[in-house]
């Protein structure tokens, strides 16, 4: 089973993204945009996991009971054009969610799960294009470029209080996620 630690968001906070950024979805119907149920902002992806998830949750467990709720907003929209055409949403400097990701690594990493060597960079993926010609790419990012002038960081920021450990199952009709178990945040503001 493949697994990933995620930040999962209320209903109004992902109407306030979709709202936003409808102007994407209605222009470009070939993209294949994320379901609404299945956007989150991943913090540690574990990937396929032979083993018995007892130790994983414990170790999730101890670095959450020692992270406090923190504040989380939206700060840009943006893409990812590397092989596939990725539009995302991105989140602002926070560093408590540094914190977290960078707990969750050395926590895991005991128990072999490898450091993640890349810069974390935490965003929401909205859509995917297999192959957009470069006229649809430049409507995009002219696109993305208007919604960045029209900012609501206020309107799409929320308090994040737990993570979810996610059992991810891939179908023909696209990625199931199911959530395995929930993580409080323990520490007092």
Known sequence: MR???AIKFPDEFLNDIFSFN???RVTFPDVS???RENIHLTVKFLGEIPRDMG???KSIEEVTKETKAFDLGIDKTGYFDSGQFIIWQGFGASNDLWQLVKSLDISLNRLGFRKEKRKYSPHLT???GKRLDNTVK????SIVNRLNGE???EKRSIMVSRVILFKSMLTKG???YNGVARFPFGKSI
């Not at 430049?138 to 990012?141: F, L």
């Open 174 to 176: 696209g990625a199931i």
């Open 126 to 128: 909205l859509g995917r």
């Open 138 to 141: 430049e409507q995009i990012v």
């Open 22 to 24: 409808k102007p994407l």
């Open 151 to 153: 900012k609501l960081v």
């Open 55 to 57: 130790a994983i949750k």
């Open 33 to 35: 945009w994320i379901k």
């Open 3 to 5: 697994l990933f630690v």
